[in-house]
């Protein structure tokens, strides 16, 4: 564990990999220290936001030392259904990449709980992960210009859902009525951080 102090009301934690950013989440998210008003997981990193006017880095960061985050522990922002027609355009070659076939990828993909690690790439992006390690596949090759809005991919040992049309190199493997990102709604993100997510197969 490294600690930084960053931008004078905010601790950097760099941890070894995921599973650690997900262990001390969901340690801090629990009994966050005196003055923490804010907690942003990355991939390999914990971002503290803090008030200066309660607290100051070295005293964060002197709390953050002395947490001892359980193996395998994982925050819990509570549970979502999200239906999936699972006829993306990517599903064939995941199913040959798993060795699952592609009924093989839908059994196995609806049959674990996901949950949202961290969010970033687009608004309303979340990188959700799972405990199937099958699921861990390469982006494409040749990355798409154009995803439609709510389809449902996976890349690497991740599986998300894209807010909107954009570019994307992740492979398709479905697609959803569910919105992730809606300005309409308070907050706008569907899909934040501890949020455990199980896919449904839309009939």
């Known amino acids: 564990m490294r600690l930084l102090p960053c931008a004078g009301s905010g601790l950097l934690v760099e941890l070894d990999d995921l599973d650690a950013v997900l262990a001390l989440y969901a340690e801090l998210v629990e009994d966050p ?3 923490v008003v804010d907690l942003v997981p990355a991939a390999r990193t914990l971002l503290l936001r803090i008030d200066p006017a309660r607290t100051d880095p070295t005293q964060v960061a002197r709390a953050v030392r002395a947490v001892e985050p359980r193996s395998g522990h994982r925050p819990d922002a509570g549970r979502l259904e999200v239906p999936v027609t699972y006829d993306g355009e990517d599903l064939a070659e995941v199913g040959r990449l798993t060795g699952l076939g592609e009924r093989g990828v839908i059994e196995a993909h609806t049959a674990q709980e996901w949950t949202v690690a961290f ?76 949020l455990r997510v199980t896919f449904v197969e839309a009939s």
Do not use: H, M
């Open 33 to 35: 220290p005196e003055g």
């Open 119 to 194: 969010c970033g790439f687009a608004p309303g992006f979340g990188y959700l992960v799972g405990t199937d390690d099958r699921f861990t596949v390469p982006r494409r090759a040749d990355p798409r210009t154009r995803v439609p809005a709510r389809s449902v991919a996976l890349a690497g040992e991740f599986t998300g859902v894209y807010p909107r049309e954009s570019p994307g190199g992740w492979q398709l493997i479905g697609r959803t009525s569910v919105d992730p990102w809606d300005l309409q709604r308070d907050p706008p993100a569907l899909l934040v951080p501890g």
